[in-house]
């Protein structure tokens, strides 16, 4: 699937509660999956249950080992650890765009696969926009598989864009905005079709810190709105202190989980005003040290 500029999920470890039917991806003989026609629930919770993951490449290069994550309903993790520590992969193997070696990792919750809405969205760190498209033909085109009045595709379409700021780029090709602009429209993409989980994979970090920062900021109040279950990896530090819920912080390679500290700031957040807490500071550093 690649760097696709939104992936839809098709998770071959679903779990669901007994009884609760609502919207199932339903596993089919022929290894395909298959939408329910049921009533989309009101709510859409989220559990994702990882379980003793490892990954082991062809070459026999271990990229992960024994790990082992519950993620809940609404939560906004980060992944974070050095260079070359499987955390990308991880966030790969959870959004099923790999497979893990040993292991497996169970989506459970209700809402996902009604046929108005996708189990999820991913977002890249490299630029995922079609180049020959306008912003906003980009945003809509993740409704490309949806059936969703058109409507209600243009409605979904203008409030992304009013709450990125791009509304008066809607028609602008994407070499007419800056990197900034480029990653606020695949977030926009990504939130426009409301799935109920969003994996981010080094969003903004080929962007400079100043823009990273108000991008971050942006993104929060974003979430705010929804409060979607996020799955956010990063190099950054600070990064991850700001957005986050908690930090899974990863070891070396093989990656393992050498720690998962909760951050305890109240929401909402600003991430300028937060750089100048003491606790912060504490943070930080308590993460330097697990990353030595």
């Not at 290069?61 to 994550?69: F, Q």
């Not at 974070?80 to 070696?101: E, F, N």
Request: aromatic share 8%; net charge neutral; proline share 7%.
């Amino acid at each position: 699937m690649g760097s696709s500029p939104i992936s839809v999920a098709r998770f071959p470890n679903w779990r669901r509660p007994p009884g609760e039917e609502v919207g199932a991806f339903v596993q089919v003989s022929n290894g395909t999956d298959k939408r329910k026609e049921i009533e989309k629930p009101e709510a859409q919770m989220i559990r994702i249950n990882v379980q003793d993951v490892g990954k082991v490449y062809s070459t026999g290069t271990v990229a992960l080992e024994n790990i082992d994550l519950a993620i809940e309903d609404g939560e906004f993790v980060s992944v974070l650890g050095p260079s070359g520590c499987g955390k990308s992969t991880l966030l790969r193997i959870m959004a099923s765009l790999d497979h893990a070696t040993s292991g497996k990792i169970d989506i459970v919750g209700s809402g996902i696969a009604a046929k108005d809405a996708l189990p999820f969205a991913v977002v890249f760190q490299e630029v995922s926009i079609y180049p020959w498209m306008k912003v906003r033909d980009n945003i809509e085109f993740a409704f490309d598989s949806l059936s969703m009045p058109r409507a209600e595709v243009r409605k979904r379409v203008d409030q992304q864009l009013e709450l990125v700021g791009l509304s008066k780029f809607a028609k602008a090709y994407p070499h007419q905005l800056s990197g900034g602009m480029k990653q606020r429209v695949a977030v926009a993409r990504a939130f426009a079709v409301d799935p109920p989980v969003l994996f981010m994979d080094e969003p903004f970090g080929s962007l400079d810190e100043q823009t990273r920062v108000g991008l971050a900021g942006e993104l929060l109040q974003i979430w705010e709105r929804t409060r979607k279950t996020v799955v956010f990896v990063t190099h950054g530090i600070e990064e991850a202190v700001s957005l986050a819920d908690r930090v899974v912080v990863l070891s070396k390679s093989p990656g393992r989980i050498k720690e998962i500290i909760p951050i305890d700031f109240p929401r909402p957040r600003d991430p300028v005003k937060l750089r100048g807490e003491p606790k912060f500071g504490e943070y930080v550093v308590r993460i330097w040290d697990l990353l030595r």
